[in-house]
T-cell receptor, first 113, second 115 residues
Framework: KQEVTQIPAALSVPEGENLVLNCSFT??????LQWFRQDPGKGLTSLLLIQSSQREQTSGRLNASLDKSSGRSTLYIAASQPGDSATYLCAVGGGTSYGKLTFGQGTILTVHP | GAGVSQTPSNKVTEKGKYVELRCDPISGHTALYWYRQSLGQGPEFLIYFQGTGAADDSGLPNDRFFAVRPEGSVSTLKIQRTERGDSAVYLC?????????????FGPGTRLTVL
């Protein structure tokens, strides 16, 4: 059974810092990995999707890497801003079907001015 | 275009009652997914549809839960004889296809509270 772990559970940083969120998964037989952002009381917003054959994806100040063989992904956020404050969730697709995403518990990020 | 929409946004019911939660996917998306999120946890997969058929229902916790998508668009998640442990946010997502290339887009969720 796939298990996804995110470290740290919570992170508080001053504005302007570069930061790294970590995600690990136990079964390397994945199809893809997706990073999401969730604001309090809201649904999930997709940030980046990495195919299993890819090593990284970039969007603006965000960069996500994938090391499938070691079961790890990192989300790098450059020059953090207070508006980045949210819960960040990592999810892997794979296993019995393409459609099923297995999520980590999330990292709660607070960026203070 | 419009994103994934879910109704109602909030539902309060009593233990033992029947509830229906509705999801309208993004137009043209053939795959539709249901997840459940408890407080402080990541979402847990329940079921997904490719077209009208349930392609994977391995996440449904028991036979009180059932979902349909009769015309391959709107989906309804049905919960019979609700229990307090069913209280959670129920999230719906859709994607163009259920494959490794297409990201899932989520709706705002329905917060279900069972008293």
């Amino acid at each position: 059974k796939q298990e996804v772990t995110q470290i740290p559970a919570a992170l508080s940083v001053p504005e302007g810092e570069n930061l790294v969120l970590n995600c690990s998964f136990t079964d390397s037989a994945i199809y893809n990995l997706q990073w999401f952002r969730q604001d309090p009381g809201k649904g999930l917003t997709s940030l980046l999707l990495i195919q299993s054959s890819q090593r990284e994806q970039t969007s603006g100040r965000l960069n996500a890497s994938l090391d499938k063989s070691s079961g790890r992904s990192t989300l790098y956020i450059a020059a953090s801003q207070p508006g980045d404050s949210a819960t960040y969730l990592c999810a892997v697709g794979g296993g019995t079907s393409y459609g099923k995403l297995t999520f980590g518990q999330g990292t709660i990020l607070t960026v203070h001015p | 275009g419009a994103g994934v929409s879910q109704t109602p946004s909030n539902k309060v019911t009593e233990k033992g009652k029947y509830v229906e939660l509705r999801c309208d996917p993004i137009s043209g998306h053939t795959a539709l997914y249901w997840y459940r999120q408890s407080l402080g946890q990541g979402p847990e997969f329940l079921i997904y549809f490719q077209g009208t058929g349930a392609a994977d229902d391995s996440g449904l916790p028991n036979d009180r839960f059932f979902a349909v998508r009769p015309e391959g668009s709107v989906s309804t998640l049905k919960i019979q004889r609700t229990e307090r442990g069913d209280s959670a946010v129920y999230l719906c997502a859709s994607s163009l296809l259920a494959d490794s290339y297409n990201e899932q887009f989520f709706g705002p969720g329905t917060r279900l509270t069972v008293l």
